[in-house]
């Protein structure tokens, strides 16, 4: 029988050996994608600074990094002019990285896509579409920041673009505030084994590499966010954007984009869409869910989104741009 002394020291070996490759394989991870994609949002922060209140963080005003410019009331558009001009329609794009159009020209995402098709002759009237994407919001965010500033640019209509993370809002508030916030500012946060993997980008590597096996698995993994409460708190902050547009004589349409992994399933499958559509029709507010008309065209091998699966190419924001475009010409229509 092995001395229980020889055993603590084998355990402590074991752990310190694992605790040094962690750390070695997650600092390589993190050389690796900051030198391979800076696109993607650990190079996007540059853009960020800190906000008191639900927002947490906003676009920095002024800003200009890898094609991305910021105008001067911190929005990813031309500059623009708080009053809105005389006879002019005024539409909204609120979001995350979706609705920023994250790895995409300024003339590519679905913002520049509707000014472009809301051509006076649609509408008879000038059409002005402000780009309010914010890569990393979550609906809490979107609702404070449309109540806080957005609104008083005197919207006509807002457009929603919602993504599944959306329900997601403790890895991402984290993230950032373990971006801007001194660690002894960050006592007391629950720190989960959920929230663990998603600081990681070694662990987040790991886990996609394992769900990449099996499109049902990665679905299932997906479903899986309808159960919890997040869920229910995103359709609530949904209720109460709605009732707050409402007030003031607002519109608001939601798009509901799919992931990549969804459109390797049949719809049967997909989940959160059915349920997220169930609660807008019963909430009274008007929506498009996307996923056909991205599975239609993926089947005919158009590249839809980047290699995250998330994002969507200048052609998945042209999609959106379609069908948002009808929705809105016969809201705001004559």
């Not at 989960?192 to 987040?204: A, E, G, Q």
Request: include cysteine; hydrophobic fraction near 45%.
């Amino acid at each position: 029988m092995k001395n229980p002394r020889d055993i603590l020291v084998n355990a402590a070996i074991l752990c310190a050996s694992l605790l040094v490759f962690f750390i070695a394989a997650e600092t390589v991870t993190r050389l690796v994608i900051s030198r391979s994609a800076p696109n993607r949002e650990v190079s996007m922060k540059r853009i960020f600074v800190p906000l008191d209140g639900p927002r947490v963080y906003g676009l920095r005003p002024g800003a200009s990094f890898l094609g991305y410019r910021i105008n001067s009331l911190g929005l990813r558009d031309d500059e623009v002019s708080v009053e809105k001009p005389a006879g002019t329609v005024r539409i909204i794009s609120l979001g995350d990285s979706i609705a920023f159009g994250q790895g995409v020209k300024d003339k590519d995402d679905v913002v520049s896509e509707v000014i472009e098709a809301l051509a006076p002759r649609r509408l008879g009237r000038p059409v002005e579409v402000v780009n309010a994407g914010v890569p990393g919001y979550n609906t809490a965010q979107e609702l404070a920041y449309l109540e806080e500033r957005l609104l008083k640019l005197d919207p006509d209509l807002v457009i929603l673009h919602v993504c599944l993370n959306d329900a997601d809002p403790v890895e991402l508030e984290h993230e950032t505030q373990t971006l801007f916030t001194p660690p002894s500012d960050l006592e007391g946060y629950n720190l989960n084994i959920r929230t663990l993997v998603n600081m990681s980008y070694f662990l987040r590597l790991v886990k996609a590499k394992l769900l990449a096996l099996s499109p049902s698995l990665r679905n299932r993994a997906v479903n899986m966010r309808v159960g919890e409460a997040a869920w229910s708190a995103m359709k609530e902050r949904m209720a109460r954007m709605k009732q707050l547009l409402d007030g003031r004589g607002v519109g608001l349409l939601v798009l509901i984009y799919p992931w990549q992994v969804q459109l390797e399933v049949d719809r049967a499958a997909v989940e959160p869409q059915k349920d997220l559509g169930r609660f807008l029709e019963e909430a009274g507010i008007e929506y498009i869910d996307l996923y056909d008309r991205f599975k239609a065209a993926a089947a005919e091998g158009a590249p839809l989104f980047f290699e995250d699966g998330v994002h969507p190419t200048e052609k998945g924001h042209a999609i959106a741009a379609r069908a948002a475009l009808e929705a809105v010409v016969s809201g705001l229509g004559p």
